[in-house]
């Protein structure tokens, strides 16, 4: 009886019905994204790459993630096959056995030949409550925040400490994950176009669900840093992987970076 209300308690606790605590990511923390993994050395989105970001101690593991026929997530860029896997068509018409058999590491070199697309339980699996989530909805259908977060409960992810941050483009994405919970921090993704023209409007209403925008960060400058701090919005720039850019990104003053190289970024902003 007592481990059934243990139990319970913590389901509750976790799902967030009976705690009001409210958790943001640490404001004034910079934070190092390892985008697709540490994509600069082995194939984006693959445990090599995800390895590789975990031992070079990235903030982050970034995943973005899209869903397959039979309703699992999956760890993949573009909701359509890469022509690089020999495989075409939308990821969404493919079952997880067929999905496995697509090889997604030979193109990058024969060391990675026989890469698997990953479902975003192995990569929990792997690493477990031991590192950090950034989680983006790709093309979210129907679901797709449901799986995402039931997957979240299972392994037993803090959500109430930042381990994981849901990032999308798409903003009914992002309200439907905040009614699921709303301890989770979510980053409202602009391209360049909509953050060049982001009026204080836009901000406004963005500030009303995210705690910050990923920007493209060939439109990011001061001011603009400067703008969705004074809006209460974290900025987090994508993708950097030239060291300038870099050290241009951190005299901004923005609060993540997503690079393909967290080592160099980690080297960079440790000595900052
Ligand atoms: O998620 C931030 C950045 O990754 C968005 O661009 O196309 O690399 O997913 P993309
Ligand atoms: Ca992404």
Known sequence: MKVAVLLLLSFLIVTN??????IKIKKGEFITIAHRGASAYAPEHTMQSYNLAKEMNADYL???VQMT??????????????????WTGEIEKYTLEEI???DIGKWFGTDFEGAEILTLAEIFDRFGTNTNYYI??????????????DLLVKYQLNLFNGQVI?????????LTMKKLN????????????????????KLKEIESYADGIGVDYRVVDKDFVEKAHGNNLLVHAYTVNEINSMKRMLT???DGIFTNKPDVLLKLSSSN
């Open 62 to 64: 970034e995943i973005d």
């Open 136 to 149: 983006e909805t790709k093309k979210p259908k129907q679901g797709t925040e449901e799986a995402i977060f």
């Open 166 to 174: 849901i990032q999308s483009f798409s903003e009914s994405s992002l």
């Open 252 to 254: 901004f003053n923005v």
């Open 100 to 102: 496995k058999q697509i």
């Open 182 to 201: 709303d301890n989770i921090p979510l980053i409202k993704l602009l391209n360049s176009e909509s953050a060049t023209n982001l009026t204080d409007h």
């Open 17 to 22: 019905l009976v705690s009001g605590e409210e």
């Open 69 to 86: 026929k039979d309703g699992i997530p999956v760890a993949y860029h573009d909701d359509k096959l890469n022509k690089k896997t020999g």
